[in-house]
């Protein structure tokens, strides 16, 4: 039984449907990721799951019970929103006491917990300190802090570490993580940040106009994505029309614009002669000095360096292709030939 389940939910604002049919099931103590646009209704989900909005139909089960009529503070879950501020006129130890005491326990025990839960996020010595005097990140933590302090079950956070600088975020990230794994939470987490997606989480669901577009762990949806929308949006990728010219249960053989051929491994079979979408990732194209058994003769017209690695920029004909090399194996000639070879197994298509 999973331990979170949408059962066919819809949410609608007056004429606007902005979460469709949602069936989504999250396991006890698992990271689960949504990532999608802007618009595409992560945020609904949280709050119909935290009881701040209820569904227009459909049921939400926490543990097998129906969760429609409990307020919010008894549904056992945290929140961490961005929009969700810490109290500004209460002080920091008076803050993450609000949820205990919205929840009648004692002053000793409440004493107790917030003092554990501040000395945990390293800020024991802030407690009398006011929100404002705190930086970004000491008030993400409070916030942090405030959500778990009562034991919740289930933390929803909405973009959480969205206002923080890379390195305070890549802390918390980790602390994040860490919380989760130590008191194996069961986390529902939004971001706009793939990568952070891709490193926090067990699985992502990738939304698109209140739908699930694809849901998996982060190898999956970045291996094998099911579509263009889900390819484009998890990492970089070249996605490149395409004609069948053979297709069966051993692979299917593609020609790209320009007419040169693209093997794919087994996998769904098209009608010869279809229009595809096809998704190659640029790390997934091997360079070559000379040409080999089934390579492609592209001109090298753009190096660009990124550091660790080159993002080279192809084309051959019509075809436009973006390829990442590793720097250790040098840079090829600007204008010169670049014979490019891609395992059929790294090479997903879709319906056009
Ligand atoms: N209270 C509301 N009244 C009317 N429309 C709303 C309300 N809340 C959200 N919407 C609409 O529902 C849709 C989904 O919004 P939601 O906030 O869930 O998106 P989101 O995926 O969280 O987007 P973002 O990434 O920008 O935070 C949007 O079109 C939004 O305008
Ligand atoms: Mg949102």
Avoid at 51 to 60: D, L, Q, R, V, W
Avoid at 70 to 85: C, D, K, T
Avoid at 101 to 117: C, D, Y
């Amino acid at each position: 039984m999973p331990f979170i389940h949408f059962q066919d939910v819809s949410k609608s604002f007056g004429q606007t449907r902005v979460v469709e049919n949602l069936d989504l099931e999250v396991e006890k103590g698992e990271f689960l990721s949504l990532l999608g646009p802007s618009g595409s209704g992560k945020t609904t989900i949280l709050m119909m799951l935290a009881g701040f909005e209820n569904a227009s139909s459909g049921t939400i089960l926490m543990d097998g019970e129906r969760i429609e009529d409990l307020p919010p503070h008894r549904r056992g879950i945290g929140v961490v929103f961005q929009n969700y501020a810490l109290f500004p006129h209460m002080t920091i130890a008076e803050n993450v006491a609000f949820p205990l005491q919205m929840r009648g326990l004692g002053k000793a025990e409440i004493g107790e917990r917030v003092r554990q839960g501040l000395e945990r996020v390293r800020l024991g010595h802030l407690g009398d300190r006011r929100p404002d005097q705190l930086s970004g990140g000491q008030q993400q933590r409070v916030a942090l802090t405030r959500a778990l302090v009562f034991e919740p079950k289930v933390v929803l956070m909405d973009e959480p570490l969205g206002a923080l600088d890379k390195q305070l975020r890549e802390e918390m990230q980790l602390e994040i993580r860490e919380l989760h794994r130590r008191l194996g939470l069961t986390v529902v987490f939004v971001t706009h940040d793939q990568g952070e997606a891709l490193t926090m989480s067990n699985r992502i669901a990738i939304f698109d106009k209140g739908r699930i577009s694809q849901i998996g762990t982060a190898t999956a949806v970045y291996d094998h994505p099911e579509n263009a929308f889900v390819a484009q949006f998890i990492g970089e990728t070249n996605l490149l029309n395409a004609t069948v010219a053979a297709s069966d249960a051993a692979g299917t053989v593609l020609t790209l614009e320009g007419g040169p051929e693209l093997r794919a491994g087994p996998g769904p079979t098209f009608r010869q002669g279809s229009v595809v979408m096809t998704s190659v990732r640029p790390e997934r194209l091997h360079l070559h000095d000379d040409p080999r058994l089934g390579s492609i003769e592209t001109r090298v017209d753009d190096v660009v360096y990124q550091g660790d690695h080159l993002r080279l920029h192809l084309s051959r004909g019509p075809l436009r292709l973006i390829a990442r090399a590793e720097r250790r194996l040098g840079a090829p000639a600007l204008g010169g030939p670049a014979h490019v070879t891609v395992d059929p197994a790294d090479v997903a298509v879709f319906p056009a």
